[in-house]
Each structure stands twice: as structure tokens, then as C-alpha cells.
């Protein structure tokens, strides 16, 4: 079983939709949560963070932890062209350097 | 402000070739991370560098080499390239145990093609 698991879609949804887009993962050791945004050929970046169980709102984009069912999603409200990319899940246990990914859903939001 | 810095941004080899991917930032990031992405797979870790001096595998090593050269540069070498191991390199730095995002910086990547 991998220790990351998500939908690699592709999803697409019209603008204004909202997104949820969703990670499983299987080490209950893992504290540390991420979403990295990637454009097409170009590098991931760091959309937010969290940690431990819980939400985390930043603008239009809110993150969310339930480390009892090992579940991870992002939401996206009122969804832009601009959101179109591949959205990453990141872990990390918080006592080591290493980061596992996820395998990305690659969004497309339509005019 | 440059970041993570790759070199080079294309390449193409014949199988059996070999080739070092180059990687520095400028940041003072003590770990440094080589991934490989292909399609369907999402970003696998090759090997990393908790700190200067320090190298580890990660999930997928095999035909690969790592060099922690200094705290800012990294590089990864294939010594003979395999058709298998054609992908988008990309390279990533962290403050992993100073950040409490575990915010990871990355490269542009590298599109590497073996015929």
C-alpha cells in the first residue's frame, strides 16, 4: 500500500465551483500536512500547510485534517481559471527530512 | 533571488551514457531532496540529504547516485542511463525541523530524455 494516496483525476468544474479535492494516507505517524500547486512544466510550490488534525483557512483555499480516518482534502471556493493545475498532497511525520507526495489531481476550471 | 537552481533545463541521452543533474540554492537549507515525476506517479524521492554530509535513499535509488557536495549544492548522477529513466528531475530544498510548514522549495526541473 502506498502511504499516500490520491485521485489523479483529471477533474474539471466550472468557474465559481467549489473544489474538494482529497488525500488518504496510511502511517499514523505522519503530523505534517501540505498542498503544493503545480503549473504545467514548472515546479510544485507550497499552496498551505497544516498541522495535526483540524482546518486551516487561507483566502478562497481551506485545508483540512481528520487523522482519525487518515483523511486530507482541499477546498477551493469560487474556483478560477488561474486554479487550473496539478494540486499535491505532501506528508511528512515532523521527525524527519523526507517528504512523500501524493500522486497529484490535475484540476481544470472552465470559463 | 534565485531559489533552487537546476542544471541543465533539457537534456537527451543515448542508453549507457552518463550524466550529472546540477542543483544549488540559496537559501541555507540544511536538507536537499532529488525527485523524479512521471506521469500517473506523482513525485517519487530518488535520495535525499538531511544535512551537509548526510545522504539517503529514498523510494526509487536504483541507477542513481548522489553527491552532497556543500550545503548548497546537491547533485544527482545517472551512470548509465537507462530508457526507464527518462522523466522530469526536479530538485527541492527545506528547513524542515526550523519550519513549521516543512515548507519545501523547487527547482524548475529537468526534462530528461534516454533514447
Known amino acids: 500500500q502506498k502511504e499516500v494516496e490520491q485521485d489523479p483525476g483529471p477533474l474539471s468544474v466550472p468557474e465559481g465551483a467549489i473544489v474538494s479535492l482529497n488525500c488518504t494516507y496510511s502511517n499514523s505517524a505522519f503530523q505534517y500536512f501540505m498542498w503544493y500547486r503545480q503549473y504545467s512544466r514548472k515546479g510544485p510550490e507550497l499552496l498551505m500547510y497544516t498541522y495535526s488534525s483540524g482546518n486551516k483557512e487561507d483566502g478562497r483555499f481551506t485545508a483540512q485534517v481528520d487523522k482519525s480516518s487518515k483523511y486530507i482534502s482541499l477546498f477551493i471556493r469560487d474556483s478560477q481559471p488561474s486554479d487550473s493545475a496539478t494540486y499535491l498532497c505532501?506528508?511528512?511525520?515532523?521527525?524527519?527530512?523526507?517528504?512523500?507526495f501524493g500522486t497529484g489531481t490535475r484540476l481544470q476550471v472552465t470559463l | 533571488n534565485a531559489g533552487v537552481t537546476q542544471t541543465p533545463k533539457f537534456q537527451v541521452l543515448k542508453t549507457g551514457q552518463s550524466m550529472t543533474l546540477q542543483c544549488a540554492q540559496d537559501?541555507?537549507?540544511?536538507?536537499m531532496y532529488w525527485y523524479r515525476q512521471d506521469p500517473g506517479m506523482g513525485l517519487r524521492l530518488i535520495y535525499y540529504s538531511a544535512s551537509e554530509g548526510t545522504t539517503d535513499k529514498g523510494e526509487v535509488p536504483n541507477g542513481y547516485n548522489v553527491s552532497r557536495l556543500n550545503k548548497r549544492e546537491f547533485s544527482l548522477r545517472l551512470e548509465s542511463a537507462a530508457p526507464s529513466q527518462t522523466s522530469v528531475y526536479f530538485c527541492?530544498?527545506?528547513?524542515?525541523?526550523?519550519?513549521?510548514?516543512?515548507?519545501?522549495?523547487f527547482g524548475q526541473g529537468t526534462r530528461l530524455t534516454v533514447v
Open positions: 527541492a530544498s527545506s528547513e524542515w525541523n526550523r519550519d513549521p510548514g516543512r515548507k519545501a522549495f
Open positions: 537559501m541555507n537549507h540544511n536538507s
Open positions: 505532501a506528508i511528512n511525520t515532523g521527525t524527519a527530512s523526507k517528504l512523500t
